[in-house]
Structures are given as structure tokens and as C-alpha cells.
């Protein structure tokens, strides 16, 4: 099956700095890239996507990138913002196979210093 | 606001007993995921069902079932409960219409097992 790596597990970067998540998988038949941002008690929040069609994405402040021959993709948050700190979860799924549930990384604690 | 909602939002529950979870997913949404969240695993699936029927299964116990019933809204069961069930549920929907459906997540019932 699938198996994501997710990069930090901790982040901290000063308020207005950018900062970065990195992720891998494995299965090379997997075909959309989401990622979720979740506060505490709360669910996760879809934040933004990627297919496998396309190698990078952009809405406003955050962008993902993909490199299908690595098998990786990131995402990129710039001028951080103190709402900005929770934790962010990357996942992928092969969502023409049998199986549609999203395989998840470990997250990240993304840190907002002021 | 996702437009998933879940209840219970806590359960408090013994060793060896049985809980049913609720979810009703976005207005629309035909398929229902269900989540496990736990510090040791992550987010892990756990199942997913389609229009009432199952449609995939993640790493579930055989002691966890769940269903889908005709007005869309799930259920999961868990019984012969133990310590290491004590975890956060979430359940998550997703729409027709494309071939990489978005997952929208609910708030998640907070489960303790004493």
C-alpha cells in the first residue's frame, strides 16, 4: 500500500518568514495530493490540492508543488501569519483504485513566532 | 465549517463495552469516510462507504463495522472496546461529479476508553 513521509515534524519560522513541508510517497499509481491544516480540537481543513496532472498550484499566500518522477511535493506558505500555527497533514491517494481512503504523513507543527 | 457533522463530540466509556458514532455528511455527498486519529498511528482509514454500500476498507478491527444508512447519514460501531481504541474519530464526505473527490472532514468525536 501507500506510505507518505512527511518533513518536518516541527517548524517554527518568525512571523513573516515563509516556511515549508516536504513529502513523499510511495505508490507511483497515486494521483491527488491534498493537504490539510488542523487546530487544536478541531478536524482537519482541506487547504489546498494537487493532481497529478499538474506540477504546481497557488492560492494566495500557499503553493504546492509536485515532482512525479521523485515522487514528492511540498507546500509553501509565505509571509506567515500567527493563524497561520496548527498542524498541517499532507496525503495522497490513488483515487482510480480500489481503496479511496487518504493515506496521510505523521503532520507537521508548524510554529509562529511573533 | 465543513458541513459535516459528527456526534457525540466526547464519549467516556469502559473497557469491553460498545459505542455508536454518528456522522451526516455535507448535503449532497454520497460517500463517507471514516477516520481513526491517535498520537502513536496518525490519521489512519478506517472505511468508506458509497451511496449505502461499502465501498473501501483501510485498516478496521474486525471489532469496528460501520453503515450508511438511505438518508446518507453513518455510523460507526466499536465494540469489545480496549485502552488502545481511546482515540479521535473523524468522519469525512466527498461529492460526485469528478474523479478526485475532495474530503471534507467533521469535527470529530473524542473517544476515552477507561
Known amino acids: 500500500g501507500e506510505n507518505v513521509e512527511q518533513h518536518p515534524s516541527t517548524l517554527s519560522v518568525q512571523e513573516g518568514d515563509s516556511a515549508v513541508i516536504k513529502c513523499t510517497y510511495s505508490?507511483?499509481?497515486?494521483?491527488?495530493f491534498p493537504w490539510y491544516k488542523q487546530e487544536l480540537g478541531k478536524g482537519p481543513q482541506l487547504i489546498i490540492d494537487?493532481?497529478?496532472?499538474?506540477g504546481e498550484k497557488k492560492d494566495q499566500r500557499i503553493a504546492v508543488t509536485l515532482n512525479k518522477t521523485a515522487k514528492h511535493f511540498s507546500l509553501h506558505i509565505t509571509e506567515t501569519q500567527p493563524e497561520d500555527s496548527a498542524v498541517y497533514f499532507c496525503?495522497?491517494?490513488?483515487?482510480?483504485?480500489?481503496?479511496?481512503?487518504?493515506?496521510f504523513g505523521k503532520g507537521t507543527h508548524l510554529i509562529i513566532q511573533p | 465549517d465543513s458541513g459535516v457533522t459528527q456526534t457525540p463530540k466526547h464519549l467516556i466509556t469502559a473497557t469491553g463495552q460498545r459505542v455508536t458514532l454518528r456522522c451526516s455528511p455535507r448535503?449532497?455527498?454520497?460517500?463517507v469516510y471514516w477516520y481513526q486519529q491517535s498520537l502513536d498511528q496518525g490519521l489512519q482509514f478506517l472505511i468508506q462507504?458509497?451511496?449505502?454500500?461499502?465501498?473501501a476498507k483501510g485498516n478496521i478491527l474486525e471489532r469496528f463495522s460501520a453503515q450508511q444508512f438511505p438518508d446518507l447519514h453513518s455510523e460507526l460501531n466499536l465494540s469489545s472496546l480496549e485502552l488502545g481504541d481511546s482515540a479521535l474519530y473523524f468522519c469525512?464526505?466527498?461529492?460526485?461529479?469528478?474523479?478526485?473527490?475532495?474530503?471534507?472532514f467533521g469535527p470529530g468525536t473524542r473517544l476515552t476508553v477507561l
Open positions: 496525503a495522497a491517494i490513488n483515487s482510480g483504485g480500489g481503496a479511496d481512503g487518504l493515506t
Open positions: 494537487i493532481r497529478s496532472n499538474v
Open positions: 469525512a464526505s466527498s461529492g460526485l461529479g469528478n474523479s478526485y473527490n475532495e474530503q471534507f
Open positions: 505508490d507511483s499509481a497515486s494521483n491527488y
Open positions: 462507504y458509497y451511496n449505502g454500500e461499502e465501498r
Open positions: 448535503s449532497g455527498d454520497l460517500s
